[in-house]
């Protein structure tokens, strides 16, 4: 449905060129909601706004529902667009226009009667759950409700996809689970293709069917959302995902945390266990195999897409022969080790 073929953006500065997109390839497949995460500065906005045309790529090729979006011309994209739907952080409403008036906006701009924009919009009241507000200005909604107007106004062209440019980071967690279950709703009652970008890895995990990493302009990993959070190929998926699922150290350990080891000290260690890994008794196996001590600091057990994964941070303490040895097991078990640091052994953990 949608499919980035060698983009390239970049942008003139007074300094230089700068290459906001180096070589995108990706294909979302029709029906799927398919998530771009990366930080800020990493390409994202410049991305999503590629595949519309708002910005226009330096070279490579757009293709979204058959069509190269690329090769049309100015009229016949007004027309392409049509087909594309785009939601934004910040809502982009009318004050001066109630939540009816707001949602007519894009059909009264192609000259739609007023029975052809009664009859587009009250399905789409119904669906986003805002008959009781048809006639309130934005002033008098919530962040949530401003979202579900925006998201009916980007429905109302009746796109076949959609782009969410950031639509949940200015709303609180709950209000963002709501509007990511009424994407999900939107997908398969309108059998539509979300293409959408975040920094959350909250929003990956509770509404994309795939997803990739951008950094610093390049496509760094790629794959379905269950092997993704069980089966991270980069360092950055994996900080991604660690974050997401696990606060910081409690900061009695993480102000004495040594990069090196030292004499009299023991290792701080982030375990991942994948799929099977994750729902074994391998933390008591190690301990009794090795006669060790070992303090769990931290540990999270989620089903991501019938995927199993685990994360947990514990100290490891005894003697320090039976350590490596230790890791070296946890390691042969297909547990993915990290030597957090290392703290001194009379630090109470």
């Known amino acids: 449905m949608i499919r980035l073929e060698h983009i390239y953006k970049n942008y003139p500065t007074a300094r230089g060129t700068v290459t906001a997109l180096h070589d995108i390839n990706i294909q979302v ?22 595949v519309n045309l708002l910005e226009k790529p330096t070279s490579g090729k757009v293709i979204v529902a058959g069509e190269e979006l690329t090769a049309l ?20 409403l009318l004050s001066s226009r109630n939540v009816y008036d707001n949602i007519a906006l894009p059909l009264e701009l192609v000259g739609y009667s007023h029975k052809q924009i009664a009859d587009t919009i009250m399905p789409l009241l119904e669906l986003t759950n805002l008959i009781d507000k048809k006639t309130a200005y934005p ?28 639509a949940t980071s200015a709303l609180d967690p709950e209000t963002t689970l709501a509007i ?16 959408l970008i975040t920094h959350e890895m909250s929003v990956i995990k509770s509404c994309c069917d795939r997803v990739g990493i951008l950094q610093n302009g390049e496509l760094i990993e790629e794959n379905e959302v269950g092997e993704f959070f069980t089966h991270p190929k980069t360092e950055v998926a994996k900080n991604f995902i660690a974050s997401s699922v696990l606060h910081h150290l409690p900061y009695a350990i993480e102000r004495h945390l040594l990069v090196l080891e030292q004499p009299k000290t023991h290792p701080i260690l982030r375990l991942w266990f994948l799929q099977g890994t994750a729902t074994q008794p391998i933390i008591s196996e190690i301990s ?9 600091l931290q540990a999270n057990v989620e089903y991501i897409k019938n995927h199993a994964m685990g994360i947990m941070i514990i100290a490891l303490r005894g003697d320090n022969l039976k350590i490596q040895p230790a890791i070296q ?21």
């Not at 990511?180 to 293409?195: A, G, P």
Request: aromatic letters at 6%; charged letters at 20%.
């Open 329 to 349: 097991f946890l390691k042969e078990r297909s547990v993915q080790v990290e030597v957090m640091g290392y703290v001194p052994n009379d630090i109470a953990v």
């Open 288 to 296: 009794q195999k090795f006669n060790l001590n070992i303090n769990i």
């Open 139 to 166: 002033s008098q909604l919530s962040g949530g409700q401003k979202q579900r107007v925006a998201i009916a106004r980007a429905l109302a062209s009746k796109p076949q996809v959609l782009l969410s440019d950031e």
């Open 180 to 195: 990511l279950q009424l994407l999900k709703n939107i997908r398969d009652t309108l059998n539509l293709t979300i293409l």
């Open 29 to 50: 497949r029709p029906g799927e909601i398919f998530g771009i995460i990366g930080k800020s500065g990493a390409g994202k906005s410049s991305l999503i706004r590629c």
């Open 73 to 92: 011309s100015s009229a016949k994209l007004r027309a392409a667009r049509r087909k594309i739907g785009m939601i934004f952080q910040h809502f982009n």
